[in-house]
């Protein structure tokens, strides 16, 4: 004999209690909270593209553009962890003045030398450096870096980043172009340390003009950064052959004069959108668990700018 069927009747006190009990357990108020450090910040894109991403994978979470003086960066860093941010990045002029601040660098940030992306994990922030990584995802959409000659100008933390990882990948040279000697050759020290053999310094003086022989151009200083959108990296321009790649680490604008000029000579370019698309995949990655998508983020970045120009 089957057993018998057990009927229950909802009360409007009983389905009234569960709702209540339902929206306890989804509502949730509090939003991860991360951000970018720098001064002068304002025209940093950043928060474009990651609260795209965070939006597109359904998370709570937000991206806080922070402009902060440099002799407020410990106390910055001190109130980050007191409110409990998951990470942030740092970009100008922090990426090597945060490091004293942190717990403990990952080996690639220890490497270079710079931070430029900071997770917590734990109690515990650890200084990471995704720039490099991020420039060389774009620059091998369009050529191996390995064996090739590399003209790279600037020698900060973009320029130690890039190198870096160029030097890891088999670059078969880099020639660094910087205005300031000594740091040009602190920076030859370190790739030199990352295990490239053939790296030059070359102290920057009037017009530099590019070697027949350089296969890669790269501008990794702040020139033609908005809102100084009309400077001109200093260079030869006819010294830009057909069949270079020319890549700029400027984000804003994206096309940089430096990107527009060579285009005009036939060289092959890459813009400073693709740096700052393929760091902060990995530094979201990082952050939340989660591989966002970059077309989704350089999408929303394209339109920001495309919106600028109407």
């Known amino acids: 004999m089957p057993a018998p069927v057990e009927f229950r009747v909802e009360t409007r006190h009983d389905l009234s209690q569960r709702g209540a009990a339902a929206m306890t357990r989804t509502l949730n108020f509090k939003q991860e909270l991360t951000a970018v450090l720098g001064k002068p910040v304002a025209e940093n894109p950043t928060q474009v593209m990651v609260e795209a991403a965070y939006r597109h994978h359904g998370l ?16 910055a860093v001190r109130g980050a962890r007191a409110m409990g941010f998951a990470g942030f990045n740092c970009t100008i002029p922090h990426k090597v003045a945060v490091v004293p601040y942190l717990d403990d660098l ?3 940030a220890r490497l270079i030398g710079a931070v430029n992306c900071v997770v917590r994990r734990g109690g515990r922030l650890i200084g990471e450096n995704t720039d490099g990584r991020g420039f060389l995802t774009s620059l091998r959409s369009l050529v191996d870096p390995r064996g090739r000659h590399v003209v790279m100008f600037g020698a900060g933390g973009a320029a130690r980043a890039i190198g870096v990882e160029l030097a890891l990948a088999g670059a078969a040279r880099i020639v660094v172009v910087n205005r300031g000697e000594e740091r040009g050759r602190e920076l030859a020290a370190v790739l030199g340390r990352a295990g490239l053999k053939d790296v030059q310094c070359i102290a920057w003086q009037g017009r530099y003009s590019i070697p027949r022989t350089a ?3 790269i501008n990794a200083t702040s020139i033609g950064l908005f809102p100084d959108v009309d400077a001109e990296l200093p260079i030869e321009l006819d010294s830009l052959l057909p069949g270079m790649v020319v890549a700029d680490v400027i984000p804003n604008p994206p096309r940089t004069r430096l990107i527009r000029s060579a285009e005009q000579r036939g060289c ?3 813009d400073g ?3 700052l698309v393929n760091q902060g995949v990995i530094g ?4 939340t668990g989660t591989d966002p998508d970059p077309a989704v983020m350089r999408a929303a970045l394209e339109e920001v700018f495309r919106s600028q120009e109407r």
Do not use: N
């Not at 709570?60 to 410990?74: A, F, K």
């Not at 979201?284 to 952050?287: A, G, M, S």
């Open 60 to 75: 709570q979470w937000r991206y806080l553009t922070i402009e902060v003086d440099p002799l407020q960066l410990e106390d």
């Open 106 to 108: 990952a080996e690639s």
């Open 215 to 217: 296969e890669v151009v």
């Open 268 to 270: 092959r370019v890459i």
């Open 273 to 275: 959108l693709g740096m």
């Open 284 to 287: 979201i990655k990082l952050w």
